[in-house]
């Protein structure tokens, strides 16, 4: 009689905290972007196309670090990739000091890239990291429950930027000073979590992706259940890097332009729109606890299908401007959104023995869509931010098709 799988084990506790502890970081750091997207345009007078170039340049961090990073883990190891990502990204925070000063937003970008490649490297790391925590048949639950706490850092997020950006500074929109602050402060954080991380010992993991669940030291690489098969020859492996392309592409679009959208279209002031955007954020973090539960249930590919099919139906329903009826659809995108990442990113991995760090980096690097889709989206937005709307649904789209079909692993 095959034994139940559990969530994780006792062992692994204090590990799985302190990697939780990551997503939970740079979720913060990426709703906060979306918040320092429309302070940008007040500040330093920039179009919604412009303004997307934030966006593009902590995506596009992705595209050119998650390789690198993705070599890095399968030669040193998680610990030591988690201390390099943690490292590039208090460079990044500290880097606002000078853009600040200069009053520049070229300067500003490179701190963000900065910023960006210690987010491509934590990501091409934890996830994998919090999937070897356990056995492999509870890897989507692990992942998804840190994830929640990634939703978590995407709510506080909103709150603090509002805080010292509109709130603290009194609205002195040609005041960058309160941008340092508060990124010199996140960064100090940063740098206490790296120095705690240093000295955490890593136990000996379960790999989670053998059949057989057997033991390994954390160091060392998986054994390859098929070690003839290249990787680009795994077609599950194929299609979340291209599902994942399109996912973050629509969650860049969506997020860049909702404080825009409350403002235009439902008429809030820009504060207003960013509290409500804690909300909005919210709302990942209860499809995420929802969606971890309903996968005691239901595939977790089946539960993506349907919730690709959701978002669909809200952005249409965005689209038209039905006042509080879009603005309720809108937080809902949201909500569906929720489990899309790292489901796809844990059905991408899945049988992939000692090639699933360099899986993990290539689907990291999907990513990339978010820095390409805020600037098109931004380019509709300056006419009419809701029509703009329209475009995720095209990223939904083939998120249902991975889901319904593409998901499978193919031995043969």
């Not at 006042?323 to 489990?339: D, E, H, K, Q, R």
């Not at 006419?383 to 193919?410: M, R, S």
Request: proline share 3%; with cysteine; aromatic share 16%.
């Amino acid at each position: 009689m095959e034994q139940k799988a559990t969530f994780t084990e006792r062992r692994y506790l204090i590990t799985f905290i302190f990697v939780t502890s990551l997503f939970l970081m740079w979720g913060l750091l990426h709703s906060m972007s979306d918040v320092l997207n429309k302070h940008f345009q007040n500040v330093l007078q920039l179009s919604k196309s412009q303004s997307g170039l934030i966006q593009f340049s902590v995506f596009g961090a992705y595209f050119v670090m998650s390789i690198p990073a993705g070599y890095f883990l399968k030669r040193f190891g998680y610990k030591p990739g988690v201390i390099l990502g943690l490292s590039l990204f208090a460079i990044g925070t500290f880097l606002f000091v000078p853009a600040a000063n200069a009053g520049s937003f070229g300067y500003f970008r490179i701190a963000l890239f900065v910023l960006g490649c210690g987010m491509a490297t934590l990501e091409t790391v934890a996830h994998p990291f919090a999937a070897a925590l356990g056995d492999q048949r509870t890897s989507d639950q692990r992942v998804n429950l840190s994830q929640f706490f990634n939703a978590v850092g995407a709510i506080v997020g909103p709150q603090i930027g509002e805080y010292f950006l509109f709130h603290a500074s009194g609205n002195q929109e040609d005041h960058l000073s309160s941008v340092k602050t508060l990124y010199v402060g996140i960064g100090c954080v940063i740098v206490l979590i790296a120095f705690v991380f240093f000295f955490l010992r890593i136990p000996v993991l379960t790999d989670p992706h053998t059949a057989e669940g057997t033991h390994v030291d954390p160091e060392s690489v998986n054994v390859d259940i098929e070690p003839r098969k290249k990787l680009y020859e795994h077609r599950h492996f194929v299609w979340a890097v291209i599902a994942q392309f399109f996912n973050v592409a629509a969650q860049g679009g969506t997020w860049a332009f909702f404080i825009n959208y409350g403002h235009e279209v439902m008429g809030l002031s820009d504060a207003t729109a960013v509290g409500y955007m804690s909300i909005f954020m919210a709302m990942m973090a209860i499809g995420r606890a929802v969606g971890t539960f309903l996968m005691r249930f239901i595939a977790p590919n089946k539960l993506l299908a349907a919730f690709a099919v959701g978002s669909i139906l809200m952005c249409l329903i965005v689209a038209q401007k039905l006042g509080w009826v879009s603005y309720v659809a809108l937080f809902m995108i949201n909500f569906f959104f929720s489990i899309m990442f790292p489901t796809i990113f844990s059905l991408g991995i899945k049988n992939l023995g000692k090639q699933t760090q360099q899986a993990s980096s290539f689907i990291s690097m999907g990513v990339v869509g978010g820095a390409f889709f805020p600037m098109l989206m931004g380019l509709i937005a300056n006419h009419d931010v809701a029509t703009a709307y329209y475009l995720p649904i095209v990223c939904y789209a083939v998120i249902f098709l991975f889901g319904a079909k593409f998901y499978q692993v193919k031995h043969k």
